[in-house]
């Protein structure tokens, strides 16, 4: 017999893992990156019933945009964009092959350009970095409903 909320045959819906992943090996494709995350954010709310700010949608696409350019730019070959939806947040994992941990740089107004690190560290609930046995995988994590006037929408169309 199956309970509320679970399809014939399947898991409870609660725990089914709501995640996404692709490969990008060009920097044409970063915006394809967004895309994707903007996409998928809209099916977390749609499909899935989950709450998602205006502001997560756009925090969200910011990261991802951050570390696939920051893999494209600085490691050889594909990257792997992780979005995966866990305790009220989408953690953004992107997977390269250099192995070299990023640095932020300290604030400096006059410096040009080189400042997508910490703004990604700065917007995040959590940051992550991991040397792999193959390179490095960096995770955010952005909070999904966070609007305090309860605007779960944030008036943005997904």
């Not at 898991?11 to 920097?27: C, H, K, M, N, T």
């Not at 709450?51 to 969200?60: I, K, L, Q």
């Not at 490691?75 to 947040?89: D, F, K, Y």
């Not at 080189?114 to 700065?122: F, N, P, R, T």
Request: hydrophobic share 45%.
């Amino acid at each position: 017999m199956d309970l509320p909320g679970q399809d014939e045959g399947s898991q409870p819906l609660v725990d089914r893992l709501i995640s996404v992943s692709a490969a990008f090996e060009g920097s044409e494709e970063i915006a394809q990156a967004r895309d994707l995350a903007r996409s998928f954010l809209a099916d977390v709310q749609a499909v899935h019933g989950l709450p998602v700010s205006g502001r997560a949608v756009g925090v969200v696409q910011l990261v991802v945009s951050e570390l696939v350019t920051n893999a494209r730019k600085y490691a050889p070959g594909p990257c792997l964009l992780t979005l995966e939806v866990s305790e009220g947040a989408v953690e953004v994992t992107v997977w390269d092959s250099e192995p070299r941990l990023p640095l932020a740089q300290g604030a400096d107004p006059d410096r040009v350009g080189q400042h997508g690190l910490e703004i990604v560290m700065a917007v995040c609930q959590s940051f992550e970095m991991h040397r792999e046995p193959v390179g490095k995988r960096i995770k955010a994590a952005i909070v999904l409903a966070d609007d305090p006037l309860g605007d779960v929408g944030g008036g943005q169309v997904l």
